[in-house]
Protein backbone atom coordinates (compact mmCIF):
# COMPACT_ATOMS: atom_id res chain seq x y z
CA UNK A 1 0.00 0.00 0.00
CA UNK A 2 1.42 3.29 -1.12
CA UNK A 3 0.66 7.07 -2.53
CA UNK A 4 4.23 7.88 -3.04
CA UNK A 5 6.42 7.60 -6.05
CA UNK A 6 8.65 4.37 -5.96
CA UNK A 7 11.28 5.94 -3.50
CA UNK A 8 14.50 5.45 -5.03
CA UNK A 9 16.28 4.21 -1.88
CA UNK A 10 14.86 2.95 1.47
CA UNK A 11 17.51 3.72 4.14
CA UNK A 12 17.13 2.79 7.93
CA UNK A 13 15.08 4.91 9.59
CA UNK A 14 13.41 4.89 12.90
CA UNK A 15 10.94 7.76 13.88
CA UNK A 16 11.28 7.18 17.67
CA UNK A 17 15.29 7.06 17.67
CA UNK A 18 15.34 9.96 15.07
CA UNK A 19 13.16 12.23 18.05
CA UNK A 20 14.44 11.51 20.91
CA UNK A 21 18.02 9.89 20.94
CA UNK A 22 19.74 12.81 19.66
CA UNK A 23 18.56 14.18 23.16
CA UNK A 24 19.53 11.72 25.21
CA UNK A 25 23.07 11.61 23.54
CA UNK A 26 23.26 15.41 23.68
CA UNK A 27 21.86 16.75 26.38
CA UNK A 28 20.63 13.77 29.10
CA UNK A 29 20.17 15.80 31.84
CA UNK A 30 17.34 18.44 29.87
CA UNK A 31 13.84 18.34 30.27
CA UNK A 32 12.14 16.35 27.52
CA UNK A 33 8.51 16.87 28.86
CA UNK A 34 7.03 19.16 31.62
CA UNK A 35 3.59 17.50 32.62
CA UNK A 36 1.20 20.08 34.67
CA UNK A 37 -1.69 18.45 36.41
CA UNK A 38 -2.96 21.61 38.59
CA UNK A 39 -2.23 25.01 36.92
CA UNK A 40 -2.20 26.41 40.89
CA UNK A 41 0.57 24.75 42.09
CA UNK A 42 4.15 25.79 42.30
CA UNK A 43 5.84 22.88 40.91
CA UNK A 44 4.99 20.57 37.60
CA UNK A 45 3.48 17.42 38.24
CA UNK A 46 5.86 15.20 36.32
CA UNK A 47 9.49 16.34 34.64
CA UNK A 48 11.05 13.75 32.16
CA UNK A 49 14.27 14.56 30.92
CA UNK A 50 15.69 13.13 27.86
CA UNK A 51 17.61 10.15 29.58
CA UNK A 52 14.35 9.28 31.48
CA UNK A 53 12.55 9.49 28.31
CA UNK A 54 14.16 7.28 26.39
CA UNK A 55 14.81 4.81 29.08
CA UNK A 56 10.93 5.10 29.51
CA UNK A 57 10.23 4.16 25.84
CA UNK A 58 12.79 1.78 25.23
CA UNK A 59 11.98 0.04 28.25
CA UNK A 60 7.99 -0.05 26.75
CA UNK A 61 9.21 -0.98 23.67
CA UNK A 62 10.81 -3.98 25.09
CA UNK A 63 7.72 -4.95 27.67
CA UNK A 64 5.61 -4.71 24.16
CA UNK A 65 7.66 -6.99 22.56
CA UNK A 66 7.81 -9.64 25.25
CA UNK A 67 4.32 -9.65 24.90
CA UNK A 68 4.75 -11.40 21.79
CA UNK A 69 3.96 -8.36 19.48
CA UNK A 70 5.53 -8.89 15.98
CA UNK A 71 7.29 -5.78 13.79
CA UNK A 72 3.55 -4.44 11.52
CA UNK A 73 1.16 -5.57 14.47
CA UNK A 74 -1.11 -2.38 15.68
CA UNK A 75 -1.09 -1.18 19.13
CA UNK A 76 -4.40 0.85 20.05
CA UNK A 77 -3.72 3.97 22.65
CA UNK A 78 -7.04 5.10 24.24
CA UNK A 79 -5.79 6.31 27.23
CA UNK A 80 -6.00 9.98 29.30
CA UNK A 81 -4.24 12.56 27.73
CA UNK A 82 -0.92 12.04 30.14
CA UNK A 83 2.65 11.14 29.97
CA UNK A 84 1.72 7.37 29.59
CA UNK A 85 0.11 8.05 26.33
CA UNK A 86 3.33 10.17 24.30
CA UNK A 87 5.48 7.23 25.79
CA UNK A 88 3.54 4.39 24.95
CA UNK A 89 3.14 6.14 21.35
CA UNK A 90 6.92 6.03 20.74
CA UNK A 91 7.96 3.34 22.42
CA UNK A 92 5.32 1.26 19.42
CA UNK A 93 7.01 2.65 17.11
CA UNK A 94 10.34 2.56 18.87
CA UNK A 95 9.43 -1.65 18.55
CA UNK A 96 8.79 -1.27 14.68
CA UNK A 97 5.39 -1.70 15.79
CA UNK A 98 2.50 0.34 14.30
CA UNK A 99 0.87 2.82 17.05
CA UNK A 100 -2.85 4.02 16.57
CA UNK A 101 -3.53 7.00 18.84
CA UNK A 102 -7.00 7.31 19.72
CA UNK A 103 -9.28 9.44 22.10
CA UNK A 104 -10.07 8.19 25.50
CA UNK A 105 -13.71 9.86 24.80
CA UNK A 106 -14.35 7.35 22.21
CA UNK A 107 -17.56 5.31 23.10
CA UNK A 108 -17.29 1.20 22.85
CA UNK A 109 -18.72 0.58 19.50
CA UNK A 110 -16.62 3.27 18.21
CA UNK A 111 -13.85 1.67 19.78
CA UNK A 112 -14.32 -1.55 19.00
CA UNK A 113 -15.30 -0.23 15.02
CA UNK A 114 -11.30 0.71 15.01
CA UNK A 115 -9.89 -2.05 16.40
CA UNK A 116 -11.99 -4.51 14.32
CA UNK A 117 -10.97 -2.47 11.44
CA UNK A 118 -7.12 -2.48 12.25
CA UNK A 119 -7.35 -5.52 13.18
CA UNK A 120 -5.10 -4.51 16.43
CA UNK A 121 -2.97 -6.51 18.82
CA UNK A 122 -3.02 -4.80 21.59
CA UNK A 123 -5.27 -1.56 23.19
CA UNK A 124 -4.16 0.30 25.92
CA UNK A 125 -7.44 1.88 27.37
CA UNK A 126 -8.21 3.47 30.39
CA UNK A 127 -11.41 1.88 30.71
CA UNK A 128 -12.03 -1.53 29.94
CA UNK A 129 -13.29 -3.18 26.37
CA UNK A 130 -15.81 -5.81 25.87
CA UNK A 131 -13.93 -7.78 22.98
CA UNK A 132 -15.88 -10.79 22.26
CA UNK A 133 -17.65 -9.49 19.54
CA UNK A 134 -14.22 -8.92 17.56
CA UNK A 135 -13.10 -11.82 15.57
CA UNK A 136 -9.55 -11.69 17.10
CA UNK A 137 -8.91 -10.69 20.66
CA UNK A 138 -6.53 -8.09 21.25
CA UNK A 139 -4.19 -7.93 24.36
CA UNK A 140 -5.51 -5.64 26.82
CA UNK A 141 -3.46 -3.05 28.38
CA UNK A 142 -4.55 -1.27 31.54
CA UNK A 143 -3.34 2.31 32.92
CA UNK A 144 -1.17 0.44 35.58
CA UNK A 145 -0.05 -2.45 33.09
CA UNK A 146 1.93 1.02 30.96
CA UNK A 147 3.32 2.32 33.99
CA UNK A 148 4.64 -0.81 34.85
CA UNK A 149 6.15 -1.58 31.38
CA UNK A 150 7.54 2.00 31.37
CA UNK A 151 9.06 1.34 34.47
CA UNK A 152 10.04 -2.29 34.59
CA UNK A 153 9.88 -3.33 30.87
CA UNK A 154 13.49 -5.29 29.57
CA UNK A 155 14.95 -2.19 27.80
CA UNK A 156 16.05 -2.74 23.93
CA UNK A 157 17.28 -0.67 21.16
CA UNK A 158 15.30 0.78 18.83
CA UNK A 159 14.51 -1.43 16.39
CA UNK A 160 15.85 -1.51 12.46
CA UNK A 161 13.05 -0.25 10.60
CA UNK A 162 13.17 0.98 7.20
CA UNK A 163 12.14 5.13 6.44
CA UNK A 164 9.06 3.30 4.30
CA UNK A 165 8.39 0.87 6.88
CA UNK A 166 4.61 1.73 8.92
CA UNK A 167 4.77 3.85 12.24
CA UNK A 168 1.18 5.16 12.99
CA UNK A 169 -1.91 4.39 11.95
CA UNK A 170 -4.65 7.55 12.53
CA UNK A 171 -8.18 7.53 12.05
CA UNK A 172 -10.22 10.34 10.49
CA UNK A 173 -13.77 11.02 8.76
CA UNK A 174 -13.80 9.38 5.52
CA UNK A 175 -16.20 9.55 2.50
CA UNK A 176 -18.12 6.46 4.17
CA UNK A 177 -20.36 6.40 7.83
CA UNK A 178 -17.15 5.00 9.52
CA UNK A 179 -13.83 6.73 9.80
CA UNK A 180 -10.69 5.88 7.79
CA UNK A 181 -7.23 5.26 8.61
CA UNK A 182 -4.63 6.96 7.44
CA UNK A 183 -1.33 5.07 7.88
CA UNK A 184 1.90 6.80 8.08
CA UNK A 185 5.52 5.85 7.48
CA UNK A 186 8.51 5.84 10.04
CA UNK A 187 10.12 9.23 7.42
CA UNK A 188 6.70 10.79 8.62
CA UNK A 189 9.18 12.98 10.82
CA UNK A 190 11.29 14.11 8.06
CA UNK A 191 8.15 15.08 6.47
CA UNK A 192 7.81 17.65 9.33
CA UNK A 193 11.47 19.42 8.78
CA UNK A 194 10.13 22.00 6.81
CA UNK A 195 7.88 23.10 9.40
CA UNK A 196 10.86 23.89 11.83
CA UNK A 197 11.44 26.89 9.53
CA UNK A 198 8.38 27.31 7.78
CA UNK A 199 6.07 27.37 10.54
CA UNK A 200 7.69 27.64 13.86
CA UNK A 201 10.98 29.35 13.64
CA UNK A 202 12.11 26.79 16.04
CA UNK A 203 14.77 26.17 18.26
CA UNK A 204 16.84 23.84 21.20
CA UNK A 205 15.64 26.56 23.73
CA UNK A 206 12.31 26.60 22.85
CA UNK A 207 9.60 25.02 25.45
CA UNK A 208 6.29 24.20 23.33
CA UNK A 209 2.62 24.18 24.84
CA UNK A 210 0.22 22.57 23.32
CA UNK A 211 -3.30 23.03 24.70
CA UNK A 212 -4.56 19.48 22.15
CA UNK A 213 -5.06 15.77 23.20
CA UNK A 214 -2.81 13.09 22.01
CA UNK A 215 -5.16 11.43 19.52
CA UNK A 216 -4.83 14.26 16.91
CA UNK A 217 -1.91 14.10 14.76
CA UNK A 218 -1.43 18.44 15.50
CA UNK A 219 -0.81 17.67 18.90
CA UNK A 220 1.48 14.50 18.58
CA UNK A 221 3.63 16.50 15.64
CA UNK A 222 3.69 20.14 16.98
CA UNK A 223 3.18 19.15 20.76
CA UNK A 224 5.95 15.86 20.86
CA UNK A 225 7.42 15.17 17.78
CA UNK A 226 9.21 18.31 16.57
CA UNK A 227 10.23 19.62 19.95
CA UNK A 228 11.72 16.65 20.34
CA UNK A 229 13.46 16.05 17.23
CA UNK A 230 14.76 19.77 18.04
CA UNK A 231 15.88 18.90 21.40
CA UNK A 232 13.61 21.68 22.44
CA UNK A 233 10.77 20.81 25.37
CA UNK A 234 7.20 19.60 24.99
CA UNK A 235 4.66 21.09 27.72
CA UNK A 236 1.64 19.40 28.47
CA UNK A 237 -1.24 20.35 30.53
CA UNK A 238 -3.45 17.46 31.86
CA UNK A 239 -5.77 19.62 34.27
CA UNK A 240 -9.22 21.07 33.27
CA UNK A 241 -9.14 23.48 30.11
CA UNK A 242 -10.91 26.81 31.56
CA UNK A 243 -9.61 29.49 29.04
CA UNK A 244 -8.46 31.94 31.19
CA UNK A 245 -5.97 29.38 32.52
CA UNK A 246 -3.80 29.01 29.26
CA UNK A 247 -2.28 32.73 29.75
CA UNK A 248 -1.10 31.75 33.55
CA UNK A 249 -0.21 28.26 32.34
CA UNK A 250 2.15 30.09 29.29
CA UNK A 251 3.67 32.21 32.22
CA UNK A 252 4.45 29.67 34.59
CA UNK A 253 6.24 27.38 32.20
CA UNK A 254 7.95 29.91 30.42
CA UNK A 255 6.38 28.32 26.94
CA UNK A 256 8.09 30.62 24.37
CA UNK A 257 5.39 28.88 21.62
CA UNK A 258 1.79 28.17 21.68
CA UNK A 259 -0.25 25.87 19.89
CA UNK A 260 -4.38 25.51 19.79
CA UNK A 261 -7.30 25.71 17.39
CA UNK A 262 -8.46 29.35 16.68
CA UNK A 263 -11.62 28.66 19.07
CA UNK A 264 -9.46 28.69 22.18
CA UNK A 265 -7.87 31.58 20.88
CA UNK A 266 -11.43 33.52 20.67
CA UNK A 267 -12.45 32.08 24.53
CA UNK A 268 -8.85 33.88 25.47
CA UNK A 269 -9.32 36.66 23.64
CA UNK A 270 -13.09 36.82 25.04
CA UNK A 271 -12.27 35.56 28.84
CA UNK A 272 -8.98 35.58 29.76
CA UNK A 273 -7.06 38.63 31.22
CA UNK A 274 -4.55 39.30 27.99
CA UNK A 275 -1.84 42.35 27.60
CA UNK A 276 1.42 42.94 25.87
CA UNK A 277 3.26 42.50 29.49
CA UNK A 278 2.00 39.43 30.28
CA UNK A 279 3.66 35.92 28.97
CA UNK A 280 6.72 37.80 28.72
CA UNK A 281 8.53 35.06 27.14
CA UNK A 282 6.23 33.72 24.55
CA UNK A 283 7.74 34.85 21.40
CA UNK A 284 4.34 34.03 18.67
CA UNK A 285 1.37 31.80 18.36
CA UNK A 286 0.15 28.77 15.85
CA UNK A 287 -2.31 27.50 15.01
CA UNK A 288 -4.57 25.09 12.78
CA UNK A 289 -7.70 22.86 12.51
CA UNK A 290 -9.92 24.92 11.13
CA UNK A 291 -10.76 28.08 9.25
CA UNK A 292 -10.34 31.21 11.67
CA UNK A 293 -12.10 34.53 11.96
CA UNK A 294 -10.25 37.28 9.68
CA UNK A 295 -10.51 39.49 12.51
CA UNK A 296 -8.43 37.08 14.93
CA UNK A 297 -4.96 37.70 13.84
CA UNK A 298 -5.58 41.57 14.56
CA UNK A 299 -7.50 40.99 17.64
CA UNK A 300 -4.56 38.59 19.02
CA UNK A 301 -1.63 40.89 18.22
CA UNK A 302 -3.25 43.83 19.76
CA UNK A 303 -4.49 41.90 22.92
CA UNK A 304 -1.26 40.49 22.99
CA UNK A 305 1.27 42.22 21.05
CA UNK A 306 2.57 38.84 19.61
CA UNK A 307 1.57 37.23 15.99
CA UNK A 308 -0.17 34.15 15.38
CA UNK A 309 0.58 32.22 12.65
CA UNK A 310 -1.76 30.35 10.65
CA UNK A 311 -1.07 26.83 9.44
CA UNK A 312 -3.11 24.59 7.09
CA UNK A 313 -2.99 20.66 6.74
CA UNK A 314 -4.82 17.18 7.09
CA UNK A 315 -4.18 14.02 8.69
CA UNK A 316 -2.24 12.78 5.43
CA UNK A 317 0.48 15.16 5.53
CA UNK A 318 -0.05 17.30 8.56
CA UNK A 319 0.80 20.69 8.33
CA UNK A 320 2.23 21.92 5.00
CA UNK A 321 0.77 25.55 4.11
CA UNK A 322 1.48 28.28 6.50
CA UNK A 323 2.88 32.14 7.74
CA UNK A 324 5.98 32.14 9.95
CA UNK A 325 8.38 34.32 11.16
CA UNK A 326 9.75 34.53 7.35
CA UNK A 327 6.51 34.59 5.69
CA UNK A 328 4.27 37.08 6.38
CA UNK A 329 0.52 36.93 6.81
CA UNK A 330 -1.34 38.41 3.59
CA UNK A 331 -4.97 38.73 5.10
CA UNK A 332 -7.59 36.31 3.59
CA UNK A 333 -4.61 33.37 2.82
CA UNK A 334 -3.04 30.91 5.07
CA UNK A 335 0.41 30.90 3.86
CA UNK A 336 2.71 29.99 1.58
CA UNK A 337 3.64 26.05 0.71
CA UNK A 338 6.77 25.83 2.71
CA UNK A 339 9.81 25.46 2.08
CA UNK A 340 11.03 22.47 0.12
CA UNK A 341 7.04 21.44 -0.71
CA UNK A 342 5.62 20.86 -4.00
CA UNK A 343 2.49 22.54 -3.98
CA UNK A 344 -0.15 23.41 -7.18
CA UNK A 345 -3.67 23.87 -7.63
CA UNK A 346 -5.80 21.23 -9.65
CA UNK A 347 -9.38 21.34 -11.71
CA UNK A 348 -11.98 19.76 -9.12
CA UNK A 349 -12.84 17.19 -12.27
CA UNK A 350 -10.50 16.28 -14.77
CA UNK A 351 -6.84 16.14 -15.19
CA UNK A 352 -3.61 16.43 -13.29
CA UNK A 353 -2.22 19.57 -14.81
CA UNK A 354 -1.59 22.66 -12.35
CA UNK A 355 -3.96 25.98 -13.01
CA UNK A 356 -2.30 29.21 -13.66
CA UNK A 357 -2.68 31.68 -10.62
CA UNK A 358 -5.78 32.94 -9.43
CA UNK A 359 -7.72 29.54 -10.58
CA UNK A 360 -9.54 28.29 -8.03
CA UNK A 361 -9.38 23.98 -7.59
CA UNK A 362 -8.04 21.60 -5.35
CA UNK A 363 -5.03 21.81 -3.60
CA UNK A 364 -2.32 19.40 -4.32
CA UNK A 365 0.94 17.98 -2.83
CA UNK A 366 3.09 16.12 -5.01
CA UNK A 367 3.35 12.18 -4.26
CA UNK A 368 7.33 12.72 -3.60
CA UNK A 369 6.71 14.62 -0.37
CA UNK A 370 8.32 12.70 2.28
CA UNK A 371 5.41 13.90 4.90
CA UNK A 372 2.55 11.99 2.88
CA UNK A 373 0.98 8.77 3.93
CA UNK A 374 1.61 5.47 2.93
CA UNK A 375 -2.04 5.20 2.06
CA UNK A 376 -5.43 4.69 3.65
CA UNK A 377 -6.02 1.52 5.47
CA UNK A 378 -7.60 -1.05 3.48
CA UNK A 379 -9.32 1.55 1.45
CA UNK A 380 -7.66 1.25 -1.93
CA UNK A 381 -11.27 2.58 -3.23
CA UNK A 382 -10.74 6.11 -1.82
CA UNK A 383 -6.32 5.65 -2.46
CA UNK A 384 -7.62 6.09 -6.19
CA UNK A 385 -10.07 8.95 -5.34
CA UNK A 386 -7.00 11.16 -4.05
CA UNK A 387 -4.22 10.41 -6.70
CA UNK A 388 -3.64 12.35 -9.65
CA UNK A 389 -0.88 11.55 -11.39
CA UNK A 390 1.95 12.72 -9.22
CA UNK A 391 -0.47 14.43 -7.36
CA UNK A 392 -2.20 13.49 -4.27
CA UNK A 393 -5.57 16.12 -3.57
CA UNK A 394 -7.06 15.66 0.01
CA UNK A 395 -10.02 17.29 -0.70
CA UNK A 396 -9.42 20.95 0.18
CA UNK A 397 -9.97 23.61 -2.03
CA UNK A 398 -8.11 27.37 -2.61
CA UNK A 399 -6.52 29.43 -4.76
CA UNK A 400 -2.88 30.16 -5.09
CA UNK A 401 -1.78 33.91 -6.29
CA UNK A 402 0.98 34.89 -8.41
CA UNK A 403 3.19 35.26 -4.88
CA UNK A 404 2.50 31.68 -3.89
CA UNK A 405 0.01 32.55 -1.07
CA UNK A 406 -2.74 30.35 -0.93
CA UNK A 407 -6.45 31.19 0.20
CA UNK A 408 -8.10 28.11 1.81
CA UNK A 409 -12.21 28.15 -0.07
CA UNK A 410 -13.01 24.94 2.13
CA UNK A 411 -13.58 21.16 1.79
CA UNK A 412 -14.82 19.78 -1.08
CA UNK A 413 -17.28 17.78 0.02
CA UNK A 414 -18.29 20.56 2.16
CA UNK A 415 -19.04 23.24 -0.30
CA UNK A 416 -22.41 24.29 -0.60
CA UNK A 417 -24.12 24.06 -3.46
CA UNK A 418 -27.03 27.26 -4.15
CA UNK A 419 -28.51 28.25 -6.91
CA UNK A 420 -26.75 25.98 -9.24
CA UNK A 421 -23.00 27.88 -7.38
CA UNK A 422 -20.48 26.09 -5.20
CA UNK A 423 -20.56 28.23 -2.00
CA UNK A 424 -17.81 28.12 0.73
CA UNK A 425 -18.98 28.00 3.89
CA UNK A 426 -15.52 29.86 4.98
CA UNK A 427 -16.78 32.65 2.82
CA UNK A 428 -19.76 33.41 4.27
CA UNK A 429 -19.06 33.10 8.09
CA UNK A 430 -16.55 35.32 7.08
CA UNK A 431 -18.96 37.81 6.19
CA UNK A 432 -21.42 37.27 9.30
CA UNK A 433 -18.85 37.11 11.62
CA UNK A 434 -18.11 40.91 11.14
CA UNK A 435 -21.80 41.61 12.61
CA UNK A 436 -21.20 43.21 16.18
CA UNK A 437 -23.84 40.91 17.51
CA UNK A 438 -22.09 37.24 16.52
CA UNK A 439 -19.94 35.45 18.43
CA UNK A 440 -19.61 32.43 16.48
CA UNK A 441 -21.20 31.63 13.07
CA UNK A 442 -20.85 27.89 11.08
CA UNK A 443 -22.32 27.57 8.30
CA UNK A 444 -23.99 24.55 6.47
CA UNK A 445 -26.94 23.27 3.84
CA UNK A 446 -30.23 23.02 5.05
CA UNK A 447 -32.70 20.62 3.81
CA UNK A 448 -36.13 22.98 3.62
CA UNK A 449 -37.61 19.82 2.02
CA UNK A 450 -36.34 16.42 0.79
CA UNK A 451 -35.09 17.99 -2.82
CA UNK A 452 -34.77 21.29 -1.73
CA UNK A 453 -30.84 22.40 -0.15
CA UNK A 454 -30.50 25.99 1.01
CA UNK A 455 -27.17 28.14 2.51
CA UNK A 456 -27.88 27.96 6.47
CA UNK A 457 -26.20 30.28 8.94
CA UNK A 458 -25.68 28.71 12.83
CA UNK A 459 -25.39 32.11 14.73
CA UNK A 460 -23.89 32.16 18.64
CA UNK A 461 -24.70 35.64 19.65
CA UNK A 462 -22.20 37.83 22.25
CA UNK A 463 -23.75 38.22 25.62
CA UNK A 464 -26.73 40.55 26.03
CA UNK A 465 -27.47 40.61 22.03
CA UNK A 466 -30.70 39.81 21.01
CA UNK A 467 -31.75 37.25 17.90
CA UNK A 468 -32.31 39.08 14.60
CA UNK A 469 -32.37 37.18 11.94
CA UNK A 470 -33.89 39.81 9.12
CA UNK A 471 -30.86 42.29 10.41
CA UNK A 472 -28.39 39.72 9.93
CA UNK A 473 -30.05 39.04 6.53
CA UNK A 474 -29.86 42.54 5.90
CA UNK A 475 -26.04 43.07 6.98
CA UNK A 476 -25.03 39.32 4.75
CA UNK A 477 -26.45 41.08 1.67
CA UNK A 478 -24.44 43.89 1.84
CA UNK A 479 -21.18 41.69 1.96
CA UNK A 480 -22.40 38.61 0.41
CA UNK A 481 -23.06 37.61 -3.63
CA UNK A 482 -27.34 36.88 -3.90
CA UNK A 483 -26.51 33.31 -4.26
CA UNK A 484 -24.02 32.90 -1.41
CA UNK A 485 -26.52 34.78 1.22
CA UNK A 486 -27.80 32.19 3.84
CA UNK A 487 -31.90 31.46 3.05
CA UNK A 488 -32.23 30.47 7.10
CA UNK A 489 -30.68 31.83 10.49
CA UNK A 490 -30.67 29.71 13.15
CA UNK A 491 -29.83 30.74 16.86
CA UNK A 492 -28.17 28.08 19.14
CA UNK A 493 -26.59 28.30 22.52
CA UNK A 494 -22.97 27.00 20.92
CA UNK A 495 -21.63 25.27 18.08
CA UNK A 496 -21.33 21.36 18.23
CA UNK A 497 -17.47 20.73 18.31
CA UNK A 498 -15.26 17.81 18.14
CA UNK A 499 -12.84 17.02 21.32
CA UNK A 500 -10.40 18.68 19.22
CA UNK A 501 -12.63 21.54 18.81
CA UNK A 502 -13.24 21.39 15.24
CA UNK A 503 -16.91 22.51 14.02
CA UNK A 504 -19.28 19.19 13.31
CA UNK A 505 -21.04 20.54 10.41
CA UNK A 506 -22.75 17.44 9.66
CA UNK A 507 -24.24 18.25 13.31
CA UNK A 508 -25.48 21.69 13.17
CA UNK A 509 -29.49 20.98 11.95
CA UNK A 510 -30.03 19.13 14.39
CA UNK A 511 -29.07 21.26 17.76
CA UNK A 512 -31.94 22.73 19.62
CA UNK A 513 -31.92 26.17 19.33
CA UNK A 514 -30.76 29.13 21.86
CA UNK A 515 -32.87 29.00 25.06
Known sequence: MTLLLTPTENPPFNMARYCIAGGAAATPAKPALIVIGDASAQSPSEI???????????????????????????????????????????????AGLVALPASSLLTDREALFLLADSGAAAVASAASI?????????????????????????????????????AFLIYTSGTTANPKGVLHAQRAALGRRPMYRGWYGMSMDDRVLHAGAFNWTFTLGVGLTDPWANGATALIYTGE????????????????????????????LKYAPL?????????????????????LFDDWTAATGRALYEGLGMSEISTYIS?????????????????????????????????????????????????????YWNRPAEEAE???????????????????????????NEVMKALGYRVSPMEVE????????????????????PDVHV??????????????????????????????????????????????GKIKRTALASMPPAS
Open 48 to 94: WTYADLEDAVLRTAGALRALGLSEGDRVMIRLDNTSAYAILFFAAIA
Open 275 to 295: APAAMPTLRHALMAGEAPPPS
Open 386 to 412: VVRGDWFTGGDIGRMDAEGYITHVGRN
Open 323 to 375: TAPGVPRKPGTVGKAQAGRRVAILPVDGADVPLPPGSEGLIAVHRSDPGLMLG
Open 430 to 449: AALAAHPDIAEVACAEVAVR
Open 455 to 500: VGAFVVLKSGARPNGAEILAFAAERLAAYKMPREIRFLDQLPRTAN
Open 130 to 166: DTRTLAHTPIALSPDDVARMMRDGPRIDYAPTRAEAP
Open 241 to 268: KEPTLWPKLIEKTGATLFAAVPGLFRQM
